[in-house]
Nanobody
Framework: QVQLVESGGGLVQAGGSLRLSCVAS????????MGWYRQAPGKQRKSVAA???????NYADSVKGRFTISRDSTKNTVTLQMNSLKPEDTAVYYC??????????????WGQGTQVTVSS
């Protein structure tokens, strides 16, 4: 079993900042990729940012220059610093991790989601 617990999110005015954090726990051998997705009402879930172990981060074009993803592999955490937020960033944000477990192979795991609302 792998659990992802998110924190952060909330309501902010346009131009403001928020920070999302996620910690993974459970039967973890290693984590290949950690990242963030978001899903706005009536839309598909889409990748926002991701970082592969030992690699460089990747960002959706819509957030480049505004969002920064970072991870601490020693603590199995990933954070998303979101600056210059826009109303179109409003969505439920989900933490994602591709985990090599100690007993069940590779698991694609999700957090429960955290709401980010940006008012204009």
């Amino acid at each position: 079993q792998v659990q992802l617990v998110e924190s952060g999110g909330g309501l902010v005015q346009a131009g403001g900042s928020l920070r999302l954090s996620c910690v993974a726990s459970g039967s973890i051998l290693s984590i290949d990729t950690m990242g963030w997705y978001r899903q706005a009402p009536g839309k598909q879930r889409k990748s926002v940012a991701a970082i592969v172990s030992g690699g460089s981060p990747n960002y959706a074009d819509s957030v480049k220059g505004r969002f920064t993803i970072s991870r601490d592999s020693t603590k199995n955490t990933v954070t998303l610093q979101m600056n210059s937020l826009k109303p179109e960033d409003t969505a439920v944000y989900y933490c994602n991790a591709v985990v090599r477990t100690t007993n069940s192979g590779i698991k694609n795991s999700w957090g429960q989601g955290t709401q980010v609302t940006v008012s204009s």
